[in-house]
C-alpha cells in the first residue's frame, strides 16, 4: 500500500512540475497605435514610397506622465502570472544606441540608410513573443471616475491579433489612473492571458509563422523555373527544401514566377538545434546556406524586416 502511494505521489509531484515549468510566451506592454495618434505621438516614415504615421513612443514616455504607470501596472498583472516582460523603456534605448551604430556603419560604407521601419526595428531589438497593444480613456462623472480600455495581444513576427479583451471599470473615487486600469482589467485578464498562452501553445506544437520571399537581381544570369540546378525547376527545389525544413512540411505557396516567390504561413521551429529563439532571418539563413552550396553555387543577400519577413535576393551579395 505504502508503495502505491509513493508511485501515486511521484506521478503527482512529476505533473506539478510539469506545469510549472510550462514555457511562456515573452510579452512587452506598449500604448497602441489608435491611443498614441489621438494624442499627438506619431512620427512619419517613408515606407517605400509611402509616408505612413507610426507611434513615437519616446514622446510618448517623455511628454505623458501616465504611460510608465499604465504599462508598469499591466506588466505586473502579466508577471504574477509568470508571464516573462520585455520592458519598452529599456528596448527604445537598445534601438537609439543601435540606430547610432548603423548611422555610423552607413557613413563609413555606401552611405546607404537602413531601410526598416522604426518599430520593425523596435521588434527586432525587444524579441518579445507578444506585443500586448494598450488603449485607455479615462471616464469623468461628477467626482468618480471610471477607465474603458482595449487590451490587443498581437503576434510580434506576423502583427495578427491572437487575443482582446476590453471593456470599462466601475466608477471610483480614486484618481489614480494605475488603479482605475487594474480595477477594470482585472476581471477579464485571465481570460485573455489563456489565449495568449494558447497561442503560444499553438507555435511550440506547430511552429512559429514567418514569411519568406525570394527575389532576384537584374543583373543574375539564372531564374526560378531554370533546370541548371538539380533535377527540376529551381523553383520546385526551394518548395522541396521548404517542405523538409518547417515544421510538419507546412506551408503555403502564394506566388511563384521566373523572377519572384512568395511562402506565407512558414512554419519554423521556435528554438534552433542550440536552443536559440529562432525568427525569419535565422531561418533564411539556411535556405541561403543550401543555394550557396554545391551544385547550385548561387549567391543570394539576405535582407531581414521586423521578426517574421525575410527576403532572399539571388545572383549576389
Not at 191 to 217: C, K, P, Y
Not at 279 to 302: M, N, Q, T, V, Y
Request: proline share 3%.
Amino acid at each position: 500500500m505504502k508503495k502505491v502511494l509513493l508511485i501515486c505521489s511521484l506521478i503527482v509531484l512529476g505533473t506539478t512540475l510539469s506545469f510549472g515549468q510550462a514555457k511562456k510566451p515573452t510579452l512587452m506592454v506598449v500604448p497602441s497605435d489608435a491611443w498614441c495618434i489621438k494624442n499627438g505621438y506619431v512620427m512619419e516614415f517613408d515606407n517605400d514610397g509611402t509616408t505612413t504615421k507610426i507611434p513615437d513612443y519616446k514622446k510618448a514616455m517623455q511628454e505623458n506622465t501616465d504611460i510608465l504607470l499604465v504599462i508598469s501596472s499591466i506588466n505586473d498583472m502579466m508577471a504574477e502570472r509568470g508571464f516573462p516582460l520585455k520592458n519598452l523603456e529599456s528596448a527604445m534605448k537598445t534601438l537609439a544606441s543601435n540606430a547610432a551604430e548603423d548611422n555610423m556603419r552607413s557613413s563609413k560604407e555606401s552611405g546607404a540608410s537602413v531601410n526598416e521601419s522604426p518599430i520593425d526595428a523596435l521588434k527586432k531589438v525587444a524579441k518579445a513573443d507578444i506585443i500586448i497593444q494598450l488603449t485607455w480613456t479615462v471616464n469623468t462623472t461628477g467626482p468618480k471616475k471610471s477607465i474603458t480600455f482595449i487590451l490587443q495581444g498581437l503576434d510580434a513576427y506576423t502583427d495578427k491579433q491572437i487575443a482582446g479583451a476590453n471593456g470599462t471599470g466601475a466608477p471610483s473615487f480614486s484618481a489614480e489612473v494605475p488603479v482605475l486600469l487594474k480595477e477594470a482589467v482585472t476581471a477579464h485578464i485571465d481570460n485573455f492571458s489563456a489565449s495568449l498562452q494558447s497561442h503560444f501553445d499553438d507555435m511550440f506544437a506547430n511552429g512559429r509563422e514567418v514569411i519568406i520571399r525570394i527575389q532576384t537581381w537584374d543583373s543574375w544570369d539564372g531564374d526560378l523555373e531554370s533546370e541548371d540546378y538539380g533535377d527540376d525547376e529551381l523553383g520546385i527545389l526551394i518548395e522541396d527544401w521548404m517542405a523538409e525544413n518547417t515544421v510538419k512540411g507546412r506551408f503555403s505557396t502564394t506566388d511563384m514566377t521566373e523572377s519572384m516567390a512568395l511562402f506565407e504561413q512558414v512554419r519554423i521551429p521556435l528554438f534552433d538545434e542550440r536552443g536559440r529563439a529562432q525568427d525569419a532571418r535565422r531561418f533564411a539563413s539556411g535556405l541561403r546556406k543550401w543555394l550557396k552550396a554545391d551544385p547550385r553555387l548561387i549567391e543570394s543577400k539576405l535582407v531581414m524586416k521586423g521578426l517574421g519577413r525575410a527576403t532572399l535576393i539571388l545572383g549576389e551579395k
